[in-house]
């Protein structure tokens, strides 16, 4: 069976330092890939996704970006983070037609001081 | 614009009530998908449903309905005899055919107490 792994669950960084989120998904192949940012009060917001290696795609510009360095894993990074980033990140993934379903990770809660 | 609304931001609920969750939604496209997922306090997203927009039936699972309405742009979400383990916070979302973004409502957190 397919499963997602992602962490750390619970980050704590001063701003201005650099951060790195990996999410790896095991018992598929070639899926897609997907970023989201839960804000308090603001729903889910789509971050990044991929279709393939080093394929990404960017909603929002950001002080954010992903890579996709092999086929089931999706890396979150900043170079310098801001109070702003802070939130709960997703990792998602789907494979399959248009309409399947999504999975997502546990998530990761990420406290910018 | 795609845009997914979920106009309660929170509901209570005594244990065995009944509460239906709103989420109206809006885009011009004929073809999309509708889904709901439940978001405990763990924090990953669990599945729901999914509905193409060709499929106005409504569906039962268990305690759980949808009522999809394409007149109204709406598609409510019903738990019936309402338990404790269905505390969590709701999302509906939107995504229109032959894309890979997923428009979110911004969730209704549901408290059921014993």
Redesign the interface.
Known sequence: SQTIHQWPATLVQPVGSPLSLECTVEGTSNPNLYWYRQAAGRGLQLLFYSVGIGQISSEVPQNLSASRPQDRQFILSSKKLLLSDSGFYLCAWRVGATNEKLFFGSGTQLSVL | AQK?T?AQ?EISVVEKEDVTLDCVYETRDTTY?L?W?KQPP??????LI?R?SFDEQNEISGRYSWNFQKSTSSFNFTITASQVVDSAVY?C?L?L???????????TRLQVFP
């Open positions: 997914v979920q931001t998908y889904f997922y763990s924090g990953e997203l669990v599945f999914r193409n999302f979302a995504r055919y032959n894309t890979d973004k997923l428009i979110f409502g911004t969730g």
